[in-house]
């Protein structure tokens, strides 16, 4: 949903539209492995939801490695398989991804 957009120019997009430009140039080229970071970041509901399940397809599709960082349980549950978890810089967990929900405590610490 980013065609009214291409006429503009890069000042005058919103945040969830420059959030979107910089998705559509990360996704046109053929990757190994991809690395983002809060990577739905100022987009709205609809967008969020499309954009996790287009990063899912294309990891199948693509047989890419993927790391992301993010702090929101369903993007992990959506797109991850292992889970990193860091703490002030310092590993904490590293575990499949279901582990890590059965471990993660109501207020976000985990249970080692």
């Known amino acids: 949903?980013?065609?009214?957009?291409?006429?503009?120019?890069?000042?005058?997009?919103?945040?969830?539209?420059?959030?979107?430009?910089?998705?559509?140039?990360?996704?046109?080229?053929?990757?190994?492995?991809?690395?983002?970071d809060e990577v739905t970041t100022g987009l709205d509901y609809t967008t969020r939801w499309k954009l996790l399940n287009y990063i899912r397809d294309y990891r199948k599709n693509n047989n890419i490695g993927f790391i992301i960082v993010s702090h929101y349980p369903e993007e992990i549950k959506a797109l991850c398989d292992n889970v990193i978890c860091l703490k002030n810089g310092n590993l904490v967990s590293h575990c499949q991804v279901d582990t890590f929900f059965k471990n993660l405590k109501e207020d976000g610490e985990m249970y080692v």
């Open 1 to 36: 949903d980013f065609e009214k957009n291409l006429n503009k120019k890069i000042a005058v997009l919103s945040g969830g539209e420059l959030q979107k430009l910089n998705l559509i140039l990360a996704f046109s080229k053929s990757h190994q492995i991809l690395i983002v």
